[in-house]
């Protein structure tokens, strides 16, 4: 392959842009109106020999090449792309990234090898506090430039739209500054970006000891602002022993939903709080991690449809045996998404990678985790109506792989398949 073109500020200009002899396209159609739950996760609207059709940004024709022969046989496209021997999906939806930050953490390796815990390497200073000293020590300026990087490097790996949050400042002005560079880059890259305040990621040291007083400030003084000047559209919270408690959990919440903001928790990673049932109680849009979550809560978040996002790269990185129970959570009925956790504990930009890691170590089928990491992740994120799948007046985010079929993502990892990114009908990134 060679070297992609990468748009951010200026895209390349296209009118209407044909996809023709596709072998295989998921189209993810959005014909059950909520997340695919259960054996509903294998239908991925598949059509073979398919045709897609773009004008400006939106989709205008999806069907086989024959009906596409018959409603434009007499049409000349400026631009044909050739999807013979190839798969198109939609573009990714990571629902749950940290991608604003400054500096790298590759010490805490050589910590987990030795047996140091995640909770032995945050009480030790280093962990999340270690990026907390280097983001508030770091300009806005420097945290877009990061965020660059990281956004272009996502969008080779096909991801078209993310969420991503704060929690690396945990004070005031460090909160909001994230925020504010959350903005910035979605007006000046082509992946949009999902602002989320994680104000609540973690206790500072000047609180240590105190942190009913830091929940205090968060709901006095960071939620007040972040509504002024609408700097978010989700709270969430690390539920965890250790870090917030479930009071405290539900204190914060309760005080986001006051303001406005849909809310999503951090639950059950490494001890079993009974977030599952704390966020079904909440209604939150959607739960990150659930390592430990027990099966009542776990049922409780299926009757309210309460997305499980699980992060198989966190697992992953932190050499765990577990991983979250996506079996159990499938039969049961609960709608799961996927997502890459990006953050300097788990740096991986690879959706692709996600998926391999869902279907070896979560015993995802290949079906099941591509819908994960599309239109259950458009749900993740209230984003089903524009973003997750490929249908007629949606928006047109889809990636072209040079591989045959869907099976074949997961099957052959740890290299990147894509061929073409489309982002609001441009072509962002471009490989042949």
Not at 12 to 35: C, F, H, W
Not at 79 to 95: W, Y
Not at 239 to 250: H, N
Request: glycine residues 6%; charged residues 25%; proline residues 4%.
């Amino acid at each position: 392959m060679s070297t992609p073109t990468v748009a951010t500020k200026e895209f390349q200009e296209l009118s209407t842009l044909a996809i023709l002899n596709i072998r295989e396209l998921v189209t993810m159609d959005s014909k059950y109106g909520v997340p695919r739950v259960g054996s509903q996760m294998n239908d991925l609207g598949i059509v073979h020999k398919a045709a897609v059709v773009i004008h400006k940004d939106t989709i205008i024709f999806v069907g086989t090449m024959k009906e596409f022969d018959r409603e434009f046989s007499h049409r000349d496209f400026p631009i044909i792309i050739n999807g013979e021997h190839r798969l198109v999906t939609p573009g990714f939806v990571d629902p749950h990234t940290h991608i604003i930050f400054d500096g790298t953490r590759e010490n805490e390796l050589q910590m987990k090898l030795s047996g140091m815990s995640y909770l032995d390497i945050l009480n030790s200073g280093e962990g999340i506090l270690k990026t907390v000293k280097a983001t508030r020590e770091a300009s806005i300026s420097k945290l877009v430039e990061n965020g660059h990087d990281i956004l272009d490097r996502m969008l080779e790996y096909g991801t078209t739209t993310i969420e991503t949050k704060s929690g690396y400042g945990l004070t005031v002005e460090d909160e909001i500054k994230s925020l504010k560079t959350m903005k910035i880059l979605d007006k000046e890259h082509p992946i949009e970006i999902i602002p989320t305040f994680l104000g609540a990621h973690a206790i500072p040291p000047e609180y240590a000891g105190r942190s009913d007083d830091y929940v205090d400030l968060i709901i006095s003084n960071m939620l007040p602002l972040i509504k002024e000047q609408n700097l978010a559209q989700f709270c969430d919270v690390f539920c965890e022993k250790g870090i917030f408690s479930v009071p405290q959990t539900r204190k914060i919440l309760q005080a986001a939903q006051d303001f406005g903001l849909d809310i999503q928790i951090h639950i059950d990673e490494i001890v079993d709080t009974n977030g599952a049932q704390l966020a079904a109680d909440l209604n939150a849009v959607q739960t990150g991690h659930l390592l430990k979550s027990n099966d009542t809560g776990l049922r409780a978040m299926a009757e309210k449809q309460v997305v499980a996002t699980l992060l198989p790269g966190t697992p992953f990185c932190m050499m765990l045996r577990e991983y979250a129970p996506a079996r159990k959570m499938i039969e049961i009925g609960i709608p799961i998404a996927l997502a890459t956790d990006l953050n300097p504990n788990c740096w991986t930009e690879s959706m692709q990678m996600i998926l391999a890691l869902a279907c070896y170590k979560m015993k995802m089928n290949p079906a099941e985790a591509l819908t994960a990491s599309t239109i259950n992740a458009a749900f993740a994120l209230r984003r089903h109506d524009d973003v997750g799948s490929i249908e007629v007046g949606k928006q047109a985010d889809l990636v072209l792989f040079d591989v045959p079929n869907h099976n074949y993502l997961p099957y052959q990892f740890g290299v990147n398949h894509v061929l073409k990114v489309i982002k609001k009908g441009d072509i962002v990134v471009d490989f042949e």
